[in-house]
DNA sequence: GTCTATAGGATGATAGAC
DNA sequence: GTCTATCATCCTATAGAC
């Protein structure tokens, strides 16, 4: 049985062009051209090019926002904490690589609604884990240094994680996982 | 005396609305609104719109190759090369925020040459960077963690440090060294 | 150095036939 | 569900006046 239907596959194939090109520098036409179908023809599935990225990239935020409320709900240290934030990150890079691209580079070609949901989504979850890093340092678990720079390099490592995961992506996932905590929590010296 | 000609204005400009939208989405008419021209006038200045980004891409590649090439040669651990490079990055960084944008982001909208020539040079730059990583867990300075998960922690955080810097770029650069060079080579724990 | 006017083509989207 | 035909608009870039 076939549970993909069209739209399903449009919106595939739309996150791998996304991802090669930018969501502006593709077009109705590059996307049809890619399920062999005219422009026109996409139309009967979706209501425009806006709602292929909304679709892209409000999924993925309410996947990293379950996720992260999953973390905060735990009961372990701030240390644990991150380390399942990590684990989360490459989860999802891994279930949805082609989609991240659209998340962190054309989340601001978003309009009206969609584009003010994504922002506050986007800014809860990185409260919530500059308050488990503050929690961390005060509790003596992490080391005193100043908690942005802590969010800033943990974040923008697990963000891009997706543009280098398909290039060298032969690592098995947990091993990934191990290598990452390791480096991410205790330093590469 | 005024040092910055007319089409270094545009220059910067153009790299201030690349960083915002992306370079597919800004148009010549948008750069020329900017600078409170018709787009027609930009012409008398550059040849059009990939000039303005080759030129923005390239110029920044080859700072980056340069200080390469300058850390390579020095003569001590390889630990203090790492440190070096996280450095020339900030630095850059703080120089030239905007531009770095397209660099990250907009370099595959290069044409012929150009694009050549970026992929190139970012090759050698990530190959220079691997093989101090490398000489630096064989001296037994680095940790034995996979060398490529160490190169990409690093770089990536690195090539968006521009994206924090202006938001919460409060700091002072040399408390940011400081601080960067201890997460990234210490750890947090 | 900037303007108006415009060429020549791409774009998102719709109407209506099959 | 896909097609052809088309619209209205936007795009980069050029020509030529001032």
Chains 1, 2 share one sequence.
Do not use: C
């Amino acid at each position: 049985m076939n549970v993909t239907t069209r739209k399903e596959e449009i919106i595939v194939v739309a996150s791998r062009l996304f991802k090669e090109k930018g969501y502006t520098a593709v077009s109705m036409r590059d996307i049809a051209q890619a399920m062999g179908i005219k422009a026109a023809s996409l139309y009967n599935h979706i209501s425009g090019k806006q709602e292929l990225l909304s679709t892209l990239v409000l999924r993925l935020a309410e996947d990293f926002t379950l996720g992260m409320e999953a973390v905060q709900q735990e009961s372990g240290s701030q240390v644990s904490k991150i380390r399942k934030v990590i684990e989360l990150h490459i989860d999802i890079t891994v279930n949805a690589s082609e989609a991240l691209a659209a998340l962190n580079n054309d989340w601001m070609h978003l309009e009206g609604e969609d584009l003010h949901r994504f922002v506050g989504m986007r800014e809860t979850y990185e409260e919530n884990f500059r308050s488990i890093i503050k929690k961390g340092i005060e509790a003596g678990e992490l080391q005193p240094h100043h908690p942005e720079v802590i969010l800033f390099s943990i974040l923008s490592t697990l963000r891009t994680l997706y543009l280098w995961y398909q290039k060298r992506g032969k690592l098995d996932v947990n091993v990934l996982k191990k290598d990452m905590v390791a480096v991410l929590l205790r330093g590469i010296v």
